[in-house]
């Protein structure tokens, strides 16, 4: 059950030329991972429509598109790929709330502390991951998401990465984040006929420890799902909220 992005060695993920070549060979939208439709019990329930957004590696994909269709007023989309930014940005030119820059997510220097309400994340922590100096990448872009982060800010991130590989990285002290995590099947994801086990709401979040560790009785339903974390930005950490059992009003 407890696995990392896979095929790392094929592509170097985390390199810009690698998606200017994909985003000139496969011009249309794509979705990594999740549609907004499928995200957006989650997007709702913790970022607020008139939250400042930023959207991290951006790509070609319709989910910034889907949110400004459902009141979302102010959306940053950044992407490695100056391919893919001024495809979009001439794509979306017409729409304000809508903007788009060339960026590394491992320096967001451009942008001053605390300018933004929530960061989203589909995918571009499991591409650095791939990259070369995995660790000190990821180290570098969520210092940089926790810098961005207005004090009660989210910065939600949708992931392959289980806990056991993904809280190494989320659960340093100088992000001050509480963190919960709930688990998503794969589009188009069927239980199989008959069963009917499951009683667990999949908006309900999973508990585990600092370490990610899940309950021991917990079953994953599909086994390639998507993890979601939401990570909460708070002022200074208090040692009584612990992640392995976090209370849900202290995210809301």
């Avoid at 491992?106 to 991951?129: A, E, H, N, W, Y």
């Avoid at 420890?209 to 390639?224: K, N, R």
């Avoid at 950490?237 to 059992?245: G, I, L």
């Amino acid at each position: 059950m407890y696995r990392d992005v896979t095929g790392c060695n094929t592509y170097n993920y985390g390199d810009a030329l690698y998606w200017d070549a994909r985003y000139l060979q496969e011009a249309g939208s794509f979705d990594w991972y999740q549609r907004y439709s499928a995200l957006r019990p989650f997007v709702r329930k913790y970022i607020p429509n008139s939250s400042r957004v930023l959207m991290v590696g951006c790509g070609n994909a319709l989910m910034s598109e889907d949110m400004v269709k459902d009141g979302y007023e102010d959306i940053m989309n950044i992407d490695i790929s100056g391919v893919a930014i001024e495809m979009m940005g001439r794509k979306y030119e017409y729409i304000p709330q809508l903007n788009y820059k060339q960026m590394d997510v491992r320096d967001m220097s451009f942008f001053p502390d605390g300018s933004f309400d929530s960061v989203i994340d589909k995918g571009t922590l499991d591409s650095l991951m791939c990259g070369s100096d995995a660790p000190i990448s990821a180290a570098q872009m969520l210092s940089e998401v926790s810098r961005l982060l207005k004090p009660g800010g989210i910065y939600m991130l949708i992931t392959y990465g289980d806990p056991k590989v993904r809280m190494i990285h989320l659960n340093h002290s100088e992000y001050n984040w509480n963190i919960l995590l709930y688990i998503i099947s794969r589009p188009g994801f069927e239980r199989p006929e008959g069963d009917s086990s499951s009683t667990i709401s999949y908006m309900e979040p999973i508990p585990m420890t600092e370490s990610g560790h899940l309950p021991a009785d917990f079953v994953m339903e599909d086994p390639d799902s998507h993890f979601i974390y939401v990570c909460k930005k708070v002022e200074e950490r208090d040692p009584s909220n612990k992640p392995n059992h976090p209370l849900e009003a202290d995210i809301l």
